[in-house]
């Protein structure tokens, strides 16, 4: 049981690629998140989807988009990478979204150059 | 606005010292409350949670926190911490609503000196 997996681990790009990160989890779960992480700043939503089939911008959605595959997988896509996207991204996942509880994933380290 | 505060961005402590780690929320209604652990290069970890019931909360590691409506805080605190604690720690809100959105605070660095 992995639970939360990530891919990939580490990714460095120039400014204006594209890339998708991958997230996919095993525990059924319905609703799932990413999360971008930045030194002070904590942790902030970009995106979320509360079951299959439905997604919904977070807080910090600008410059991201993303689709949620099947239930399994959550992808975040990055159309034109900018130096302000450099983070840490989690992804995470919940049994419901009005389960409290989120699982979180090993994450992404982003540098846009 | 909704907004969880932890004011101390970086604890310092020996060894076998008592720690607290402050966190305050702002006022709602209903409330759900929690603590990750974030060890280096890792993901996040659910440390304790406080959905409703006893206001002192146990968790892992020897990890305890007490929930506080009248203050509006939730601060963490352990006994005697280890080398091994040193991690970030972020305290995280859900207020009641339809979704299940946690909003993190800024974290704080605990740092356990031998």
């Known amino acids: 049981n992995a639970g939360v997996t990530q891919t990939p681990k580490f990714q460095v790009l120039k400014t204006g690629q594209s890339m998708t990160l991958q997230c996919a989890q095993d525990?059924?779960?319905?609703?799932m998140y990413w999360y971008r992480q930045d030194p002070g700043m904590g942790l902030r939503l970009i995106y979320y989807?509360?079951?299959?089939?439905?997604?919904d911008k977070g807080e910090v959605p600008n410059g991201y988009n993303v689709s949620r595959l099947n239930k399994r997988e959550f992808s975040l896509r990055l159309e034109s990478a900018a130096p302000s996207q450099t983070s840490v991204y989690f992804c995470?996942?919940?049994?419901?979204?009005?389960?409290?509880?989120?699982?979180f994933g090993p994450g992404t380290r982003l540098t846009v150059t | 606005a909704q907004s969880v505060t932890q004011l101390d961005s970086q604890v310092p402590v020996f060894e076998e010292a008592p720690v607290e780690l402050r966190c305050n929320y702002s006022?709602?209604?209903?409330?759900?409350l929690f603590w990750y652990v974030q060890y280096p290069n890792q993901g996040l970890q659910l440390l304790l949670k406080?959905?409703?019931?006893?206001?002192l909360v146990k968790g892992i590691n020897g990890f305890e926190a007490e929930f506080n409506k009248s203050q509006t805080s939730f601060h963490l605190r352990k006994p005697s911490v280890h080398i091994s604690d040193t991690a970030e720690y972020f305290c995280a809100v859900k207020y009641g609503g339809a979704t299940n959105k946690l909003i993190f605070g800024t974290g704080t660095l605990l740092a356990v000196q031998p």
């Open positions: 006022s709602s209604v209903s409330v759900y």
């Open positions: 406080y959905l409703s019931g006893s206001t």
């Open positions: 989807s509360a079951s299959e089939g439905t997604t």
């Open positions: 995470a996942s919940s049994p419901s979204d009005r389960t409290y509880e989120q699982y």
């Open positions: 525990m059924n779960h319905n609703s």
